[in-house]
């Protein structure tokens, strides 16, 4: 069985983050795989640049790549933990408003815009289609055990909510679509450099094979999912 076997032989693909560790790994997954006829990338860094926090450059991506599209498959890899030299604030202490304003922008307001441009792209009603976006265990409340983290963690928690806001509305006219918020695993990236002490880690490539997998398995339902890279839930 592929790993997405759920979708149209011949499938189109778009990757969001595609020049960062793990969305860099999603464009060799799927080039990898026979039956995706396409696969797009767009990052921070290309031409045209996917700049989360300047609304008409993702306006412009968006119609840069619509004709290349519908798009079957599209991964939103963007995001950020360390933000102007800052990494996450691990006491109440740390916390000031420049610094939780900077996470919600990349990590919560960006991903809405990111949605609002790029949702028009996926396949219509007729045929499946999934749209996943890579969130973070620390992002459920209900998980939330140790404290810490608490731009990051908003920020996501944030984000998680606005993709199931999302999910709920698009598939009035997309039935056949999937939502899902993944959790990639501790991955080896410069991302999670400063942070990895004490993990085991996720090799990316392996990680990309799980979620792929994982979403393969999800048959559309109301509103979005959150899965780790084994495809076990994770409560909101």
């Known amino acids: 069985m592929t790993m997405l076997a759920r979708l149209p032989p011949s499938y189109r693909a778009l990757v969001l983050g595609a020049s960062g560790t793990l969305g860099s790994a999603f464009v060799r997954a799927l080039r990898a795989d026979a039956r995706c006829a396409t696969v797009q990338g767009l990052s921070r860094s290309g031409q045209p640049a996917l700049i989360l926090e300047q609304e008409d450059s993702l306006r412009e991506a968006a119609a840069a790549v619509a004709s290349e599209g519908p798009y079957h498959l599209i991964i939103d890899a963007?995001?950020?933990?360390?933000?102007?030299?800052?990494?996450?604030?691990?006491?109440?202490?740390?916390?000031?408003?420049?610094?939780?304003?900077?996470?919600?922008?990349?990590?919560?307001?960006?991903?809405?815009?990111?949605?609002?441009?790029?949702?028009?792209?996926?396949?219509?009603?007729?045929?499946?289609?999934?749209?996943?976006?890579?969130?973070?265990?620390?992002?459920?409340?209900?998980?939330?055990?140790?404290?810490?983290?608490?731009?990051?963690?908003?920020?996501?928690?944030?984000?998680?909510?606005?993709?199931?806001?999302?999910?709920?509305?698009a598939q009035r006219s997309r039935p056949l679509a999937v939502f899902a918020a993944l959790q990639p695993g501790t991955v080896a990236s410069p991302l999670s450099a400063p942070f990895n002490a004490g993990h085991a880690l996720t090799d990316a490539d392996a990680s990309v094979a799980g979620l792929l997998q994982a979403l393969g398995r999800l048959e559309p339902a109301a509103g979005a999912r959150f899965i780790d890279h084994r495809g076990l839930p994770i409560p909101w």
């Open 78 to 169: 963007t995001g950020a933990l360390t933000i102007d030299g800052r990494g996450p604030e691990k006491r109440l202490a740390e916390l000031d408003a420049t610094g939780l304003a900077r996470s919600f922008q990349i990590n919560a307001t960006g991903r809405a815009l990111l949605l609002k441009h790029f949702i028009p792209l996926l396949a219509p009603r007729n045929q499946a289609s999934i749209l996943a976006v890579l969130s973070a265990r620390v992002g459920s409340i209900a998980d939330n055990r140790l404290g810490g983290w608490y731009g990051y963690r908003a920020a996501k928690a944030a984000g998680n909510m606005l993709l199931q806001t999302a999910a709920i509305e």
